[in-house]
C-alpha cells in the first residue's frame, strides 16, 4: 500500500531536483545537518580523515556522532592474530578526535559473519570460547565509557531474507545462539552502551525487514540484552515510495531506539540499461532519501537513536573506491569539495516536514 504522505513528502525534494538539473551549476542549499536533525546526526570515519583538514571541517560542521568505517572491526584490531596484541591504536585516536569535538563514537562492530573465520578457523569447544569472548570482552572492555553504543552483531540475515547466515560463528553456537553470547558479553564488558543489531537492505527487501524484526523479537523473548535496531539503509532508491516508512514503522513497535546506521544512495545502474535519465535517478534518490528522514523524524524522540550517513562527501563512499569507483556516482550529502548535494536539501528537508 502506497503511503500517501510519503508521495506528497518527495514534491519538494523534486523541486530541489529541479533546481539542480534545469540550473546546473546552482549551488545546492543545506542547513549545518547536525543542526536541523532530530536526533545525534552521525558519519563513518577513518583514521585517516582526522588528518584532512577539509574532512575534519566538514565534519564539524555536520556532525555529533562518528562511526569508524573499518578500524574498530576484526581486521584491523586482531590483523596480527590471536598471539600479537590487538591493534587499538587507529581507533583510540578516533575516540580521542571525537572526544576533543564534542563528537559520540559508535562502535563498529563487535561480531561480523564476514570476519574472524582466520581467528577461530580449527577451533571448537572450549578454545572457540576463549576466542570469542575474550574477544568481544577485550573490545567492549577497552572502548567501557568511551563509546555511546555498539552494533554488537551485524548482518545476521541471508540477502534474500530467508533466515540466518551460516558463519563460522553459527556453526559453533547455532544461529541465535551467536548472537545471543556476543550481546551476554557485551553487556559485560561495557554495561552503559547501548547495544544494537544492524543489517541492511531492511528497506530495500521487505522480505528481509521482515525476518530481521522475527530475530529481533526472538532475541528479545529470549532475555537477550538488544537495546537497539539498526536499520544501514544503503538505499536502492527504485523502490517504491512508502517501503522505506512501513519499515520503519514496524521496526518501532518494539519500543527500541532506532539507529539509521550508514545511509547512502548510490545512483548507478548496477551495469544495467539504464533508461532512467539523470534528471529521474536524483528524483528517486532525493525521494527516497527525504522518505526516511520523515520516517526516522515521525519516531518518538526516546526512539531516534541518531541518524547517521556512510561518509560525508561522494568520494569518500564506500561505492567510490577501487573497482567499484565508476568516477560518477553521487550517494552521499556532500560533492568531492564539500559543497551540498541535493541529498542534503533532501536530508534537512524531511527532518523539517
Ligand atoms: O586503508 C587501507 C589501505 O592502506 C590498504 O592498502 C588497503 C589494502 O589492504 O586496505 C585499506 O583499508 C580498507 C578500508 O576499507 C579502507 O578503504 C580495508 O582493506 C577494507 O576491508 C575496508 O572495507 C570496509 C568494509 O566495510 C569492510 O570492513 C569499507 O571501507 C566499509 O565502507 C565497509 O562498510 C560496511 C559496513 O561495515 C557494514 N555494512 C556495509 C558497509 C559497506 O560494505
Known sequence: MIDRRALLAAVPALAACDRFASAQDAPISAPPLKSVSPAPFGTCIQAGHIDDPAWVAL???????LTPEWEMKMEYIAADGLNAPYRFDRTDRIVDFAQANGMAVHGHTLIWYSQGGDLVAGLSGAEFDRVFDDYVATVAGHYRGKVRSWDVVNEPIT???EGMRDCHWSREYGA???????????????PEAVLFLNDYNLENTPRKGAEFLRLVERLLKAGCPLEGIGTQAHLDIEIPPGQITSFIREAARFGLPIHVSELDASLRSEGRIDLRSDRERLAQQTGRVRELAVAFADLP??????????GLRDTDSWLRQG????????PLPFTA?????????????????
Open 159 to 161: 540477502d534474500d531474507g
Open 323 to 330: 573497482d567499484k569507483d565508476d568516477g560518477k556516482d553521487s
Open 337 to 353: 569539495s564539500g559543497a551540498a548535494n541535493p541529498m542534503a536539501a533532501a536530508i534537512a528537508s524531511g527532518f523539517q516536514a
Open 301 to 310: 524522540e526516546r526512539q531516534r537513536f541518531a541518524f547517521s550517513i556512510w
Open 59 to 65: 565534519a564539524r560542521a555536520n556532525v555529533s556522532q
Open 176 to 190: 541465535d545462539g551467536y548472537v545471543l553470547r556476543a550481546f551476554e558479553k557485551a553487556k559485560a564488558a561495557d
